[in-house]
């Protein structure tokens, strides 16, 4: 049925947790695309094309109406008081040259001081941080610089995305099942079950802003935030940016299951060598990731339907932090397949990205779409998004979806649905 979207006036400030690798190649590219210094590459909402009811194509933003990049404002909020220019330098994603060609508008954004806790990132040092007499009291904070930026800029409307670094990992505890067991260890100052990150959803749910989890934090994958987002009427997605490896695994895994090929293991292991990978190199950070990563074979290959194929599948998750490479990480996969009368085979698949170059669309996606979903008066987790996460969130009675062409499908579907088309048929 038609959705009623309200229309994609003003201006849409996004505000960006953390100002490092990914923030400012998003913020840079969204500025060069703008002014005609490059393109969009591997942003949907830029340059995808989606069959409609009658067969034919038609670019996504002609299909509902996705905020224009002119009309974006950037914010941000990091521990260090680098403006998004410095930043992008010490980040080494973009070149100078082409940094240089958006030097004025990436000079003027500034970080606000962050809401950090050393203790959820221990190889970060920072001295741009709010201080606070309690969890409760750091979220007013948040949402006070939400207001500010809303009003000085002039904003209609504000996205918030996380794209700070991972959290240490930490299980959903009694604290985080209920709105109001948040509220009260927010209250009580509990910063054991309380993450900083869960301070910014919160105060960004609260100012009726969309929030995004970019990284696996815990966050808002909680029924205390699902809770809270569908009181307040606010979209939220996560978690973890599907960008590179993952992204193969999730093209991979769904063809052997549809060709009915056996797989006995799965390594994976990364070199990268930027602030992400030096924070992950803390096993409790790294832990988040890991449980990230891992959830996403099984969930496709459905071991308990087929456990001929899939029944002993050996799955290794490995990421090394080092510093040559900088962000351009290299992701090697062996994979054990065995076919035809239990036959072994073996792929290799070696992947040099550019873990930012792929990260920056997807958060550019992740900010227009759940703009979008909020002006069509669509709320709580938005399982429609899956196919830009990692470790796509979903509530305790659903299963999450991991493969990528099933995740796609469920975007057009939502799409077109909003403007009440069906699919064309098979040839979708
Ligand atoms: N690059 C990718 O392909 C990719 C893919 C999936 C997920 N991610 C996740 O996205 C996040 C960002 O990645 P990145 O490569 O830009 O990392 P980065 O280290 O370059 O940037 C993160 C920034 O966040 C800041 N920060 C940390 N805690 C903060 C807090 N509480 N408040 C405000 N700022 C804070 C840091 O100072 C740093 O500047 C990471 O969590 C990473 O795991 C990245």
Redesign the pocket.
């Known amino acids: 049925m038609k959705q009623e979207i309200k229309p994609a006036e003003g201006r849409l400030g996004v505000m960006v947790?953390?100002?490092?690798?990914?923030?400012?190649?998003l913020m840079a590219g969204t500025l060069m695309a703008r002014t005609g210094n490059g393109k969009p590459i591997g942003s949907i909402t830029q340059m995808a094309k989606i069959r409609m009811e009658d067969k034919k194509e038609k670019f996504v933003k002609d299909i509902v109406p996705i905020a224009n990049l002119n009309d974006i404002v950037f914010g941000?909020?990091?521990?260090?008081p680098d403006n998004a220019y410095d930043?992008a330098i010490h980040?080494e994603v973009l070149s100078e040259k082409d940094l240089n060609k958006v030097k004025d508008e990436l000079v003027a954004i500034k970080?606000l001081p962050?809401?950090?806790?050393h203790n959820?990132?221990k190889r970060?040092n920072?001295t741009h941080?709010k201080t606070s007499s309690s969890r409760w009291d750091l979220m007013e904070q948040i949402r006070k610089d939400i207001r500010d930026f809303k009003t000085a800029n002039n904003c209609n409307r504000i996205v918030v995305l996380?794209?700070?670094?991972?959290?240490i990992y930490i299980p959903m505890g009694d604290e985080h099942k209920s709105l109001a067991s948040l509220e009260k260890a927010m209250k009580e100052n509990n910063t054991k079950a309380v993450s900083?990150?869960m301070c910014?959803a919160y105060a960004a749910i609260a100012e009726g802003c969309p929030f995004i989890m970019?990284?696996?934090?815990l966050c808002v994958d909680i029924p205390a935030m699902w809770e809270f987002s569908k009181k307040m009427n606010v979209p939220i997605t996560g978690k973890?940016?599907?960008?590179?490896q993952t992204l193969m695994k999730t093209v991979l895994a769904p063809m052997f299951k549809i060709r009915m090929l056996g797989v006995s293991g799965w390594f994976s292991t990364n070199i990268l060598g930027?602030?992400?990978?030096?924070?992950?190199d803390d096993p409790d950070n790294f832990k988040t990731?890991e449980v990230s990563k891992l959830s996403v074979i099984d969930n496709i290959l459905e071991p308990d339907k087929y456990p001929d194929l899939y029944g002993n599948v050996y799955h290794k998750v490995r990421i090394n932090y080092y510093p040559p490479r900088k962000?351009n990480?290299e992701a090697w996969d062996n994979i054990d397949i065995f076919g035809w009368m239990g036959y072994p085979m073996q792929i290799k698949v070696n992947f040099l990205?550019r873990?930012?170059i792929?990260?920056a669309p997807?958060a550019l996606d992740l900010v227009l779409f759940s703009d979008l979903a909020k002006r069509a008066g669509m709320c709580g987790i938005q399982t429609w998004l899956s196919f830009f996460c990692?470790s796509p969130m979903h509530d305790l009675e659903h299963q999450p979806e991991h493969d990528l062409f099933t995740q796609w499908r469920m975007v057009k579907q939502t799409l077109r649905g909003m403007v009440g088309e069906k699919e064309p048929g098979y040839l979708d």
């Open positions: 947790v953390g100002l490092g690798a990914v923030s400012t190649t941000s909020w990091d521990i260090f930043a980040a970080p962050a809401a950090f806790d959820w990132a970060l920072g941080m996380w794209a700070a670094s991972t959290e900083p990150s910014y970019g990284a696996p934090n973890d940016f599907k960008s590179g930027n602030r992400d990978g030096e924070v992950l990731k962000d990480k990205c873990d930012s792929l990260a997807i990692k």
